[in-house]
């Protein structure tokens, strides 16, 4: 399957970033080039270093960015330091981390992240170590319950979590849709009528297969250490999990002062690091939803480090 990708808030991205063409940028997330055809065709001797863990997306992205200055490296964007290091880049101009699952992902139905198509259990981003399948067989009911609960925010978690377990007791569970029947019997009809009720359970295994707010934590500091001053870093999310890090890593960057307020001066010396671009996250317009269906839990968050 042709590896698609339509990028989400490509123009609000762009226009944040403020791209300078000598600059160096990095895209953390590069999956079918989207994004980063866009930042790379505005670079003249600048140079664009996209990062991926799926082997089919580094393929892919360095296909359609070989005409332009540009690395495409296989690994996790929480990795951005070492990747830097090793292609002797000492700062960068503007990153991207466009979170989530790429819309190749969800389409092949063969990876096994989308709970409309009967696939194998498996979520992994690299395509290596732990899947969805290891996960759901091998799991205790807390365990289960707590994953589902604490990634997917779903009120029904222990249900669900006690019905994977009585019919794993039966034969494994192998596939998407035999996870997906056990999580619609597992919640009231009207839940089941109101919307897919397999959406929260599904986002909340892959959060943990693939080990995303670990990832994304030490991602968000080393991306916005390796920042040049006046430099960029943009970041998409799609659910209010991931977003909430990102607000609070971005508010922690632009803290200045934490002495008490009752202490008469400054005595920690601490400055603001950064500056928010957007006050508020900017979000796809009705036009760009026309386009692309999957931008509607998109939001867009910038800051500039000072």
Same mark, same amino acid.
């Given at each position: 399957?042709?590896?698609?990708?339509?990028?989400?808030l490509?123009?609000?991205?762009?226009?944040?970033?403020?791209?300078k063409?000598?600059?160096?940028?990095?895209?953390?997330?590069?999956?079918?080039?989207?994004?980063?055809?866009?930042?790379?065709k505005?670079?003249?001797?600048?140079?664009l270093?996209?990062?991926?863990?799926?082997?089919?997306?580094?393929?892919?992205?360095?296909?359609?960015?070989?005409?332009?200055?540009?690395?495409v490296?296989?690994?996790?964007?929480?990795?951005?330091k070492?990747?830097?290091?090793r292609?002797?880049?000492?700062?960068?101009?503007?990153?991207?981390?466009?979170l989530?699952?790429?819309?190749?992902?969800?389409?092949e139905?063969?990876?096994?992240?989308s709970?409309?198509?009967?696939?194998?259990l498996?979520?992994?981003?690299?395509?290596e170590?732990?899947?969805?399948?290891?996960?759901?067989?091998?799991f205790?009911?807390?365990?289960?319950?707590?994953?589902?609960?604490?990634?997917?925010?779903?009120?029904?978690?222990?249900?669900?979590?006690?019905?994977i377990?009585?019919e794993?007791?039966?034969?494994?569970?192998?596939?998407?849709?035999?996870?997906?029947?056990?999580?619609r019997?597992?919640?009231?009809?009207?839940?089941?009528?109101?919307?897919n009720? *397999?959406?929260?359970?599904?986002?909340?295994?892959?959060?943990?297969?693939?080990?995303?707010?670990?990832?994304?934590?030490?991602?968000?500091?080393?991306?916005?250490?390796?920042?040049?001053?006046?430099?960029?870093?943009?970041?998409?999310?799609?659910?209010?999990l991931?977003?909430?890090?990102?607000?609070?890593?971005?508010?922690?960057?632009?803290?200045? *002062?934490?002495?008490?307020?009752?202490?008469?001066?400054?005595?920690c010396g601490?400055?603001?690091?950064?500056?928010?671009?957007?006050?508020?996250?900017?979000?796809?317009?009705?036009?760009?939803?026309?386009?692309?269906v999957?931008?509607?839990?998109?939001?867009?968050?910038?800051?500039?480090k000072?």
């Open positions: 399957m042709e590896f698609k990708h339509i990028p989400v490509l123009d609000e991205v762009i226009e944040g970033l403020n791209i063409p000598d600059g160096i940028y990095i895209d953390g997330t590069v999956g079918g080039a989207g994004h980063s055809s866009e930042i790379a505005r670079l003249t001797t600048g140079m270093v996209g990062i991926d863990r799926d082997p089919d997306a580094v393929v892919t992205a360095a296909e359609r960015l070989s005409a332009y200055n540009a690395r490296v296989r690994g996790n964007y929480d990795e951005i070492d990747i830097c290091r292609l002797e880049i000492d700062g960068a101009d503007g990153i991207l981390m466009d989530g699952v790429s819309s190749h992902q969800l389409d139905a063969e990876r096994g992240f709970y409309h198509n009967d696939a194998p498996d979520m992994r981003m690299s395509q170590g732990i899947s969805a399948k290891d996960i759901v067989n091998g205790s009911q807390k365990e289960l319950s707590d994953i589902i609960f604490r990634y997917g925010e779903e009120k029904f978690a222990g249900r669900i979590a006690a019905n377990v009585r794993r007791e039966k034969a494994p569970i192998e596939t998407t849709l035999q996870l997906a029947d056990i999580i019997m597992s919640v009231p009809a009207a839940k089941r009528r109101d919307k009720p *397999c959406k929260k359970t599904f986002q909340a295994i892959r959060i943990a297969v693939n080990d995303e707010f670990a990832h994304l934590e030490k991602a968000l500091n080393d991306a916005f250490d390796m920042l040049k001053t006046g430099g960029r870093l943009c970041v998409i999310t799609f659910h209010s991931e977003d909430r890090i990102v607000k609070q890593h971005f508010a922690e960057f632009c803290k200045g *002062c934490t002495c008490p307020p009752d202490f008469p001066v400054c005595i601490n400055t603001p690091r950064g500056r928010l671009v957007l006050r508020k996250p900017a979000e796809a317009s009705e036009e760009e939803l026309e386009r692309n999957r931008a509607r839990s998109a939001k867009l968050r910038i800051i500039e000072l």
